[in-house]
T-cell receptor, first 111, second 112 residues
Framework: DGGITQSPKYLFRKEGQNVTLSCEQN?????MYWYRQDPGQGLRLIYY???????QKGDIAEGYSVSREKKESFPLTVTSAQKNPTAFYLC??????????FGDGTRLSIL | DQQVKQNSPSLSVQEGRISILNCDYT??????FLWYKKYPAEGPTFLIS?????DKNEDGRFTVFLNKSAKHLSLHIVPSQPGDSAVYFC???????????FGTGTRLQVFP
């Protein structure tokens, strides 16, 4: 069954702690994206990667880091430098000019 | 500066009637527009798209209209069904990039 898997669905972070959100896809898509959604706002792009071992900053990259060591995986680390990390995080993929497809998201909260 | 705007945060429509969701954009370099539907605690689902070379695209109950001179697009859903109740986001891309710029969303409620 092809798709995008984000885990965990819910995640809690303590002050000063780094946490990593997982995004795995078996769609064989080249491009992968991370977005953040806050209440009453649209999706904002954090990082994206169009090919393995390469990625670019989106509009709100500060306080986040990513890696793209495998085509299937694009993990996002929310570092302690991100002062307002509470949000709904969405991973998306696409191929060529096709529309982006999204995973079901991870909700991150601060303890 | 918000490049893609959805000025109506919510819309309520009776079942069977037409739902019209609106979206405005400011960047004239945008050449591809999409609509996504999102249920709570789920990722957005792609609905329909339109290229700037067209002014209308239809897929079943969903039609998207593009008015380039006004930098405006709209999504028409007819007839509206209770299962259409969700948040709808419009998004745009262009300038030789796959990056999507999203609007803030419109919550549609379809009541019986």
């Amino acid at each position: 069954d092809g798709g995008i898997t984000q885990s965990p669905k819910y995640l809690f972070r303590k002050e000063g702690q780094n946490v990593t959100l997982s995004c795995e896809q078996n769609l064989n898509h080249d491009a992968m994206y991370w977005y953040r959604q806050d209440p009453g706002q649209g999706l904002r792009l954090i990082y994206y990667s169009q090919i393995v071992n390469d990625f670019q900053k989106g509009d709100i990259a500060e306080g986040y880091s990513v890696s793209r060591e495998k085509k299937e995986s694009f993990p996002l680390t929310v570092t302690s430098a991100q002062k307002n990390p509470t949000a709904f995080y969405l991973c998306a993929t696409n191929w060529g000019s096709q529309p982006q497809h999204f995973g079901d998201g991870t909700r991150l909260s601060i303890l | 500066d918000q490049q893609v705007k959805q000025n109506s945060p919510s819309l309520s429509v009776q079942e069977g009637r037409i739902s019209i969701l609106n979206c405005d954009y400011t960047n004239s370099m945008f050449d591809y527009f999409l609509w996504y539907k999102k249920y709570p605690a789920e990722g957005p689902t792609f609905l329909i798209s339109i290229s700037s070379i067209k002014d209308k695209n239809e897929d079943g109950r969903f039609t998207v209209f593009l008015n380039k001179s006004a930098k405006h697009l709209s999504l028409h859903i007819v007839p509206s069904q209770p299962g259409d109740s969700a948040v709808y986001f419009c998004a745009a891309s262009g300038d030789n990039t796959d990056k999507l710029i999203f609007g803030t969303g419109t919550r549609l409620q379809v009541f019986p």
